[in-house]
């Protein structure tokens, strides 16, 4: 009796220990609370900045749907003058620069806690495309054995093509830098696959010309295997056999932009984007991607011979937007904005459209950037293995 009642005894010493270092625990944690929250001033204050932010960014919000709802107006309307075969005048775009946001910043909620920033979503690189390929087409591309082999099969095959060595070395220069690599990986702050090689290309890219030009690919390689020996023509054969099932699972969606997208950010898509980095395949790849803004230009009317900075315009904007800009007059590439050119978003995230303004300041930026990237290495390189 004596033992329970000692036990008893202690356990009731315990708990009242305990109960007082938990009140002990939330004393202190409201007095912490306490000492951090806000005064009833401090409140006051935000809400009224706060009011004042959303007037603001509303009034500001609705005129940049209005601007940009007025850009796309008269971009339907200049195409569908165009399939007319209707004249296209000044006024059939926007004249003035789109709004910019200058009232106050958001302000900080003194009473939330504070906000941690959202992870960044991975973005695939080099070895996430070459394990892609590998596991879902058993495939691993030819790799060159030094640069100057990849740039040799680029300019070959561009040559072959009917690109100009200047327009294949100047635009090489503005992708990638002037002394970019063949791997050379651009973007990767975008929650996209970064863009890749000589021309940057999109993993959408590549799905997209594999899905619209792998027969012309097929037959190309095909035509090149014929003249190789015996245990050279069986392994550019395999490699043909792994093109055609990635070209039938590229044709397994529509042909549009936004089928591509979807196959591009799948594991298959990746696998297919690894093609940038075969030494017979990637360089007809990169070409394709300008030639086909050539063709585009061609079976519009337009038969001079692209600047690469004409070209550029339509890497960078589109090839229907591109070509706008080369059949504009040079008098109106003076006043008419670079965002014409654009959707929203993609007007944001490139900086040289905004501080351009015009589309003259657009075309002399480029131009800028080619002249002085072309003096670097990669560059010159390019230029030297071009053929004559």
Known sequence: MRHRSLHRCCGCVLAALLLSLTHGARAEAAERVSATAPSPAAMGEYRRKLEEYTLARGKYE???????????DKRKLRRAKRRNNQDIVLGDYVLTQPPVYSGPPKPVDPSAPPEEAPPRKYVPVVADFLRAAAKEFNFVPQQP?????????????ASAAGLTKEQAVRIYAFESGGDGAYDVQAGLEQPKPGALGYNQLLATNSVELMAEKGDQFIRTLSAKAAGLPEEAKKTLQRKLAVLKSMIAFCRSVPDTWSAHDKLANTSKGL??????????????????????????????????????????????????????????????????????????GGYERNPIAGRSGVVSKLIAATNAVMDQESKLQGAKDLAAVFPK
Do not use: C
């Not at 609705?62 to 796309?72: C, K, T």
């Not at 054995?145 to 095959?157: H, P, T």
């Open 271 to 344: 696998g297919i984007h690894a093609l940038n980095l075969d030494l017979d395949v990637g360089p007809l790849l990169q070409t394709q991607k300008l030639l086909d803004s050539v063709v585009f230009a061609r079976a519009q009317g337009y038969g001079a011979v692209l600047s690469a900075a004409e070209l550029e315009m339509m890497n960078l904007t589109g090839d229907g937007n591109g070509l706008d800009i080369l059949t504009m007059p040079l008098a109106w590439r003076e006043r008419v904005p670079t965002s014409n050119f654009f959707q929203p």
């Open 145 to 157: 054995r030094s640069e100057m082999e990849y740039k040799r099969a680029y300019a070959k095959a």
């Open 62 to 72: 609705a005129e940049a749907d209005a601007y940009w709802g007025s850009i796309a």
